[in-house]
Every structure is written in structure tokens, then in C-alpha cells.
């Protein structure tokens, strides 16, 4: 179907464990594959399978997709692809502190840290109240950062299959 597409592409690590003052704490880290390390990956596409199409456009640059949905998102249709960290070095590639910040056009990854209670998603330290200033779409309002952190940490598996479900449940 003939669209405008959002895509998020993301790759999630196993948390890192910390102990302090604070309690345990597990910070996760999120990379995201940005234009300009600051926003999401808007395509127009007219063929039938939108998630297939962007994983072959990723595996021929040398990121690779575990897993893949689509979302229809407040009248958006937003395209979740998560990436394999074990088959794809994202460290080879781009990284938003290596762009020109007048740069928007380059795909680079930028990393979130993303503080937890130990053993929970529950958040942490306030990160996601700086969380809901930073939108993933270029003039566009619908993706905020806590809510796409979130639903990808809330998932119950670990290739984000039940994310579309908590971004629905968080924003409405």
C-alpha cells in the first residue's frame, strides 16, 4: 500500500548491573538508527510488505533485522525493525557524535541510557520526564522518546514483539 512510512529502527543490549547508594540498578541501553542521530526514518513506499522492503534495504548496508511490525500509531503507520547487536557492528558504523549538528540527513546511531530498578522496567533517576522533550519525528509530535523506550523495554520477549501493544496502552 502506498504511504508514508515511519520507520524505527533500534537494537537493545542485556542491561548492565550497578550497585550504589541508589540500590540496584540495570541501565539499558537503546541505539537508535537516526537521520541526523535525531530522527526517525520517514520512506514513502508503494509496494505490499513495507517492514520486508526497509529489512532488505538494512541487510544490504550490513544491519540485520531479528524482527520486524508494523503499527498503524495515531493515523501513522510506524514500522518497528529490531536489529541483531550480534550479527551487525553498529560501532563500524556512524555515530551521531561524529555528524555536523546541521546535518539531518545522514543515518546515524545514537544510544539512550535508560536507567532501571534491578530486575524491573520501572524507570529510574527521572529519565523519562527529560525523556518526553525529545520527539523521533522530524515536525511531527506522535513518537516521544520515554513512550518508544518504554514499550521497547516493556516487551515480553526479547525481540520487542509485544512493543506495539504497550505504545498503544502509554499514549491513548
Not at 151 to 172: K, M, R
Request: overall charge negative; hydrophobic content about 35%.
Amino acid at each position: 500500500m502506498k504511504g508514508l512510512y515511519t520507520f524505527l529502527v533500534y537494537a537493545k543490549g542485556p542491561p548492565r548491573q550497578f550497585s550504589g547508594i541508589l540500590g540496584d540498578i540495570d541501565l539499558h541501553a537503546i541505539h537508535f538508527l537516526l537521520m541526523g542521530g535525531n530522527y526517525s526514518i520517514e520512506e514513502t513506499y508503494s509496494g505490499s510488505n513495507p517492514v520486508e522492503w526497509y529489512t532488505d534495504i538494512l541487510e544490504q548496508q550490513g544491519i540485520f533485522v531479528v524482527q520486524g511490525k508494523q503499527q498503524k500509531f495515531k493515523g501513522e503507520t510506524i514500522i518497528w525493525l529490531e536489529v541483531d547487536l550480534e550479527r551487525t557492528p553498529i560501532e563500524e558504523f556512524t555515530a551521531w557524535s561524529e555528524l555536523d549538528p546541521s546535518d539531518m540527513e545522514t543515518l546515524a546511531w545514537r544510544t539512550f541510557y535508560y536507567p532501571c530498578h534491578k530486575g524491573t522496567t520501572k524507570e529510574c533517576l527521572g529519565f523519562a520526564i527529560s525523556a518526553r522533550e525529545i520527539c523521533l519525528q522530524k515536525n511531527k509530535q506522535t513518537l516521544r522518546l520515554n513512550t518508544v523506550l518504554d514499550a521497547i523495554l516493556s516487551s515480553n520477549s526479547s525481540t520487542g514483539e509485544d512493543a506495539v501493544n504497550t505504545v498503544n496502552t502509554v499514549n491513548q
